[in-house]
């Protein structure tokens, strides 16, 4: 029973740069899966496929049993199904904490205003960060905007989080307390795929740690023999 399924995937940006080779991957309900390699490997691009961020051009590529295409009605639900997590926070720096959260689910999901702000403060307290709510994204450190979009993604109740180098902007400080949240969610089942560098938190969470180089898959592992190795 997968929730995502690649089956020899490939993508080329131009006509020319081949940027995912042959990629196949199976991930399970649940699964947590790193995904790491050297910069230009092609991890950005592989979890972008998976939004439609970007669009592959060869194979197959499946999300809950949806195969991913033209098809608007087809990306809308796997949109739904996914949610995003950037290096970058992509916070509404005019928008109070608690309305980055509400924007989307009343907007979009057409909750009422009160039921958007229940859930916008139910994720904030998972995060620990509920006491910020009231204000601007800028008056908080940048540890505690990615938690603010790590909940704003998770008020549109996603099944698959994908993480890409969430820590990679934040000063060494701020680092942990996102790995934290990100490693309390591990734990609570959720499926996720995350392009990170922080192997401590590979190494702990991970069910698998996937290697890219050149656009393949040249290393696939569980954490302990992708650690322990002579
Ligand atoms: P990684 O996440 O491993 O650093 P990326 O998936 O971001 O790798 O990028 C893989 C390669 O594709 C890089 O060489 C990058 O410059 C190139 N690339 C990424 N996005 C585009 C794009 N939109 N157009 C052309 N080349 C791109
Ligand atoms: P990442 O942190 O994802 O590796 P990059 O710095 O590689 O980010 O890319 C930043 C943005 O620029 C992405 O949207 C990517 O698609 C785009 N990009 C990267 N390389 C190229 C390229 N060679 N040509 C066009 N766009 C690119």
């Not at 680092?175 to 702990?204: N, P, R, W, Y």
Request: glycine share 6%; proline share 4%.
């Amino acid at each position: 029973d997968y929730m995502i399924e690649f089956a020899k995937v490939n993508k080329w940006y131009g006509n020319h740069f081949h940027v995912l080779r042959d990629i196949d991957l199976q991930v399970r309900k649940g699964e947590r899966i790193v995904i790491c390699g050297p910069s230009g490997s092609g991890k950005s691009t592989l979890i972008r496929c998976i939004n439609r961020l970007e669009a592959h051009q060869q194979g197959k590529l499946t999300v809950d049993g949806l195969e991913l295409s033209d098809d608007v009605k087809v990306l809308h639900e796997v949109r739904r199904k996914v949610g995003m997590v950037f290096q970058q926070f992509n916070l509404f720096p005019h928008l109070t904490v608690l309305e980055n959260l509400t924007l989307a689910p009343i907007q979009v999901n057409k909750l009422s205003k009160a039921e958007a702000e229940e859930r916008a403060m139910t994720q904030l307290r998972r995060v620990q960060i509920a006491e910020q709510a009231h204000k601007y994204p800028l008056q908080l450190s940048g540890g505690q905007q990615q938690r603010v979009a790590i909940a704003r993604t998770l008020c549109l109740t996603p099944q698959v989080l994908l993480f890409d180098e969430p820590t990679s902007a934040l000063d060494p400080e701020m680092i942990k307390e996102v790995l934290d949240v990100m490693t309390e969610l591990a734990e609570q089942g959720i499926t996720m795929l995350c392009v990170t560098h922080e192997m401590g938190f590979a190494k702990s969470v991970a069910d698998r740690v996937i290697f890219m180089d050149a656009g393949q898959i040249v290393e696939e592992n569980n954490p302990h023999d992708f650690f322990n190795r002579p």
